[in-house]
């Protein structure tokens, strides 16, 4: 067919998706191998993730520009949550070959933006046929010798603190499935997160006791890290940001606004506990860490349990 | 659905695969955080490749296993085919919630049981929903400060040598395409490749100038060195294995065995060049690397070009 990967063929479409390629000082030996060779400062940080078509995005709801944006920034969110630097990442494009190749120059776009943006080289990948569109994006960084942030390290008395947004990709997701496409500003924060990177090296220099990515909710995050570290995490609502797009979307659909910020997840928001004292002015605090006093690990919302769904979860 | 991942739940799911892990001395973090840490010996070693269901495998044809074993086995051979030692893998899973529990655990068998044959260990991974199996595997190895063996080194005069099998998976595809079971030998390496663990260090020691896996077929991952070294190579079938199985598929379905040897993938047997008097006596030469001579790069069977299909080509 004309215009789709059937014309392209394997190998051109590699060359399509190769041919401007920039990489960065970090790679000894860039796309076109059997694999790619990176040098990394101190232990190799190593985070892979996928997403998939009708499942992850609608292609009518996403431009293959944001998909490419967003397979990468919420692979490199993960390698931030460690307190890493990202160096590289490789994609695994799986396609059916009814694709247009102008989809595919669009998500090659994105994915070059955001690896500009993250200043991260794109090194190597594999391209093949599948029934739908599966991107599968592995992320690469390096600790430069310091120690990685972990979710088990909370300790009592440790500030919660957050970096960047929440519920703006959930209320997106639900304009969207309403067949709205307003307010822009929450739809397009759905289509394309924006990662604060370097968020995950200033949070290790302000000693962050522990650190996740927002991806599934902040409760449900918040969850892992009060497991792994075996503590109770109290969420003071009234800290929490309450934007006027959420507050919109509230009146119009009905939906609770704090609801989608406690739980929406895909902004890829950074949580982190720090030592008191220690939370970056950039951070913005939103609940502490407290004893268990016979409790089992979890969050609770202004003291009390939080008794809804607390986000996303597959399967 | 019972016995489904429905029933099973993300969290369920990601728990059942990583129960008994057993990990190796090089990871410092392994799964359960937003990503794991390694430690490696010189240069980082990052390949990516992705398995779907209905193209690369049929559920009925391959079971759980086989797949596991599989989608480790193909990533690890791209590292082993840049003279490096694989150190870990992770895994994007993403599948149907009707999927078994069954199939997962079968799966998971697999992957393990290739990851120790190959003492590489199992780091991360994502689970997530699809319509159907999706299966990417990123492979990390390290280069222990060795030069990595690229396509481009070919050298006029080098002896062209295999280590592995070759046909072997193609002659087992034939055979379940045309549905039927035997010979079980071909069956069986179509199924599950055994890759030459060491076949990467074991060339490099030999000065290998060049190497690949043969995942499409002979000739068509000998053009990938021949036009990345701008040489013409030259096979000489009267060196190639012709093993038994294969002459018995042959006879019964009319296939010619030699086109079988020649364009046949999927048994992830190493192909190198190696300088004259340098091939291992494990190796098996099956031709030489010859000027240009004024043609274009490429690849000769016997001193003729080869007008059929070189091999597999996605899309």
Redesign the interface.
């Known amino acids: 067919m004309r215009g789709t990967?059937?014309e392209?063929?394997?190998?051109g479409?590699i060359e399509r998706i190769t041919q401007d390629l920039v990489t960065g000082p970090q790679v000894?030996?860039g796309p076109?191998?059997?694999?790619?060779?990176?040098?990394?400062d101190g232990?190799?940080?190593?985070?892979?993730?996928?997403?998939?078509?009708?499942?992850?995005f609608r292609t009518d709801w996403v431009a293959g520009e944001d998909v490419g944006h967003r397979c990468i920034g919420r692979a490199l969110?993960?390698?931030e949550?460690?307190g890493?630097t990202p160096t590289?990442v490789?994609?695994?494009?799986?396609t059916p070959?009814t694709t247009t190749i102008r989809w595919i120059e669009r998500f090659t776009q994105g994915v070059m933006e955001e690896c500009e943006t993250a200043h991260v080289s794109l090194?190597?990948?594999?391209?093949?046929?599948?029934?739908?569109i599966?991107v599968?994006v592995?992320?690469?960084?390096q600790?430069g010798g310091r120690a990685?942030i972990?979710?088990?390290g909370a300790q009592i008395g440790d500030t919660v603190a957050l970096k960047g947004r929440l519920g703006w990709a959930a209320a997106g997701l639900a304009v969207l499935s309403r067949g709205f496409r307003s307010p822009r500003a929450v739809v397009s924060a759905y289509q394309r997160p924006r990662i604060s990177y370097g968020a995950g090296v200033e949070a290790g220099r302000h000693q962050a006791t522990s650190?996740?990515?927002v991806s599934d909710g902040l409760i449900a995050d918040l969850r892992h890290i009060a497991t792994?570290s075996g503590v109770l995490i109290n969420i003071e609502t009234n800290q929490l940001p309450l934007p006027e797009p959420l507050q919109t979307l509230g009146h119009a659909t009905g939906k609770d606004p704090l609801e989608l910020v406690l739980t929406g997840g895909e902004d890829h928001g950074f949580v982190a506990t720090f030592p008191e004292g220690r939370c970056p002015r950039t951070w913005q605090p939103i609940g502490q860490v407290l004893a268990l006093d016979g409790s089992d690990p979890g969050v609770l919302v202004d003291g009390k349990e939080w008794l809804k769904s607390p986000g996303w979860?597959?399967?």
């Open positions: 990967l059937a392209l063929g394997e190998f479409l000894v030996l076109g191998d059997d694999a790619a060779v990176v040098s990394v232990g190799v940080v190593v985070s892979t993730d996928a997403m998939n078509e009708n499942v992850h969110a993960d390698i949550a460690m890493a590289a490789v994609i695994a494009l799986s070959e090194v190597g990948g594999d391209v093949s046929r599948a029934e739908m599966s599968a592995t992320a690469i960084g600790t990685v972990t979710r088990s650190m996740i990515d792994a979860t597959h399967f």
